[in-house]
């Protein structure tokens, strides 16, 4: 039996409330911004500047004793993260500490990484420290800086791109999704103040790629169903489309969502942060790859005599029926 989580045919008309579902995307843009603004985010060690400490023992790395021996240190932001290299030897077991700078100085004090060797050699005497890095303000602006403009390339990329295989009008409403994406999740980080690292901009690149593909399902069909009906009104091919690959998105978003909070339950607090960015990301893309770039695609319009030939329409995924 063949497990559906839509009906094999639905005619559910997308557009009906447009101006309210563009309004209300607008106003969560426009909230995210201002908070952005107002209330900013809870940058992490890599945007804020601080200390790695590298570990190696003999013996397996306890996360939550290091993190028990370390709390009473009160250094407030401590991430501990167990390295895995297939280089390693089977008694070599290595870890990286990173502590925040503390108020008011540039990097961690000598005083306080002492302190934090003493008390992870008392969980652990044959623990040994390779390396110790710091990472300064001016280097973690950098790295602001250069996110930042890995996000915008990213999206530049993708106008370009959808530009190249639809049209302009595509290529526009494309791009507004993406934006509208990415813009939420960082307002959900402001709102939330959950820590925003190099980990949550990874996510960041990953929300823009998977919206992406949800859209350009949408928009294969939408070119097919131009080409297929001539002379029926946009907005109804492109609810005719919508309606036609609904399956594939849900079956697809659902099934990604499951493996996510999973990972968000039982992956650690590691990567809860990326985790739940996805989540996010998979709920608004999902959104916006119907609400928005559709939307914005029926008030643009678009060209109905397509001269490309047939087959060169719609990729594999667009004929995928879940």
Not at 102 to 127: C, H, K, R, T
Not at 201 to 226: K, P, W
Not at 250 to 272: E, H, K, N, Q
Request: glycine share 6%; no cysteine.
């Amino acid at each position: 039996m063949r497990l559906k989580l839509v009906p094999d045919e639905t005619n559910w008309d997308f557009f009906k409330r447009s101006k309210l579902t563009l309004g209300l995307s607008g106003f969560a843009m426009l909230a995210s911004v201002v908070l952005f603004f107002v209330v900013g985010l809870n940058f992490g060690i890599d945007f804020k500047g601080g200390t790695t400490i590298r570990t190696q023992s003999t013996s397996e790395v306890d996360v939550g004793a290091y993190r028990a021996a370390i709390a009473p240190l009160e250094l407030g932001d401590v991430s501990i993260t167990e390295v895995f290299d297939p280089s390693f030897n089977a008694n070599e077991h290595v870890a990286m500490v990173r502590i925040q700078a503390q108020e008011g100085a540039e990097s961690v004090s000598v005083e306080v990484i002492n302190a934090v060797e003493a008390a992870l050699q008392a969980v652990d005497p044959s623990i040994t420290f390779p390396s110790v890095e710091s990472v300064g303000p001016k280097v973690s602006g950098e790295l602001v800086q250069t996110a930042v403009i890995a996000v915008l390339m990213a999206i530049g990329a993708v106008l370009f791109y959808i530009w190249l295989r639809f049209e302009w009008q595509f290529a526009l409403g494309a791009v507004a999704a993406l934006v509208h994406d990415v813009v939420l999740t960082i307002g959900i980080f402001s709102a939330l103040q959950i820590k925003f690292d190099l980990a949550i901009i990874a996510a960041l690149l990953t929300i823009v790629g998977y919206s992406l593909n949800d859209t350009v399902v949408v928009f294969d069909r939408v070119r097919e169903n131009l080409r297929k009906y001539k002379k029926l009104p946009l907005k109804e091919v492109l609810n005719l489309s919508i309606n036609e690959t609904l399956s594939r998105t849900m079956m697809t978003s659902i099934t990604t969502l499951i493996a996510l909070f999973s990972l968000f339950a039982l992956g650690g607090d590691v990567i809860r942060g990326f985790v739940f960015a996805m989540i996010w990301g998979i709920f608004v893309g999902t959104y916006s790859s119907v609400f928005v770039a559709s939307a914005i695609l029926l008030r643009l319009g678009v060209k109905r005599d397509w001269s490309k030939p047939d087959n060169t329409a719609g990729n594999q995924y667009a004929n995928v029926d879940a």
